[in-house]
């Protein structure tokens, strides 16, 4: 015969199996939805995935489902794509920061889309500028993509978005 214990162990087993699955269930509802960049199986892409901040100005880093990627806050306010096609000249607004150019699109402002100028892998930022700083998300990811190989430079840069 069992032990009156086996049944209650049993059923608390079973219990914080059902609750930790429901947790789990909804980590991957906070999934942020990406397309891969057409390269973003560099290698330095992976580089920089594995030591991506856990928070951005303030915001928490969240799962992403796809390869390369990386998203911080809850709606999205920074959206991070590595390997994206490396932009050529361009007279767009160029900015550095931490020793790395960035291409300025503020065409969809206060969004900004920001793209490294002049490094292979190319990494591309959304960022909403109502959320969080654009120089502040720019100053955390800098670190991390000074160190992919720069063959071009802007002409004229400024330190800072306005």
């Not at 397309?35 to 969240?62: H, K, S, W």
């Not at 489902?65 to 590595?82: M, R, Y």
């Not at 390997?83 to 767009?92: H, N, R, S």
């Amino acid at each position: 015969m069992a032990h009156p214990f086996t049944a209650v162990r049993t059923a608390l087993a079973l219990a914080a199996i059902a609750a930790t699955a429901a947790l789990l269930a909804g980590c991957t509802a906070s999934t942020v939805s990406l397309d891969p960049a057409p390269d973003a199986n560099d290698p330095l892409c992976a580089d920089i995935i594995v030591r991506l901040p856990d928070a951005v100005d303030g915001q928490e880093r969240r799962w992403t489902d796809a390869q390369a990627t990386g998203a911080w806050g809850d709606p999205a306010a920074v959206l991070l794509t590595c390997g994206v096609t490396p932009p050529g000249p361009t007279e767009a607004q160029c900015i550095e920061i931490g020793g790395v150019d960035w291409i300025v699109d503020d065409s969809q402002e206060p969004n900004y889309l920001i793209t490294t100028y002049g490094r292979t892998p190319a990494v591309q930022l959304f960022v909403d500028n109502e959320r969080v700083s654009p120089n502040d998300v720019l100053a955390a990811m800098a670190p991390h993509v000074v160190e992919f190989p720069q063959d071009a430079a802007c002409v004229g840069t400024q330190t800072r978005l306005p």
